[in-house]
């Protein structure tokens, strides 16, 4: 199971999902300096992940930006941006309750795109998502969440988590992404 990392906004929670060998870890960006500075400090000290890029609107800075860092994957809100370049993956959190043909069809720019969905989309869709080639990642919050794919039996191409702010600099507590962590060990052994 591949295993995708959002709204990492800080260095503690980048380094501790690379501990968790995620695939992917994406990074809000809105263009200030800060966004500078942390693409810099996580880009320093991480390696071997997909890196990606939240954004809200294209601009030519951003355009700039993904260029000359290579950036390869995007995640944005409810509509793939086709201002972003073409060769951008963009990955949709789908935040509507849109069904997956309206969804699918209010794209403007769907060639290399995958959605983000959360469980209760996932159920009151499955049985658009079967008929679908567009991949999915499940949105997940809780190790129930991650169990209850399992038993469900429900195909998704991966998992996304969400970082959250320290409590302090450099300090945070994991408990709840341990518990989600273990269920994903104890669900899909071979994909940690």
């Known amino acids: 199971m591949k295993v995708l990392a959002k709204n990492i906004t800080n260095l503690t929670d980048a380094r501790y999902f690379a501990s968790r060998f995620v695939d992917v870890m994406a990074i809000p960006w809105k263009g200030g300096q800060q966004d500078h500075e942390l693409w810099q400090a996580v880009k320093t000290w991480i390696d071997g992940v997909i890196w990606s890029l939240e954004v809200e609107h294209a601009s030519s800075d951003l355009n700039s930006f993904i260029k000359a860092n290579n950036i390869q994957h995007c995640l944005v809100r409810d509509n793939p941006i086709a201002e972003l370049p073409e060769e951008v993956h963009q990955w949709v959190l789908v935040e509507s309750q849109s069904g997956l043909s309206q969804l699918v069809s209010s794209f403007r720019h769907p060639p290399r795109v995958s959605i983000i969905v959360t469980y209760s989309w996932v159920l009151n869709h499955s049985r658009d998502l079967e008929m679908s080639n567009i991949p999915v990642w499940l949105e997940i919050n809780s190790p129930e969440e991650v169990l ?20 302090e600099t450099g300090m945070k507590s994991y408990e709840m992404m341990d518990t989600i962590f273990e269920a994903i060990d104890l669900s899909w052994p071979e994909s940690l």
């Open 148 to 167: 209850k794919l399992k038993n469900d039996s429900i195909y998704v191409e991966g998992i996304a988590l969400t970082g959250s702010p320290e409590e």
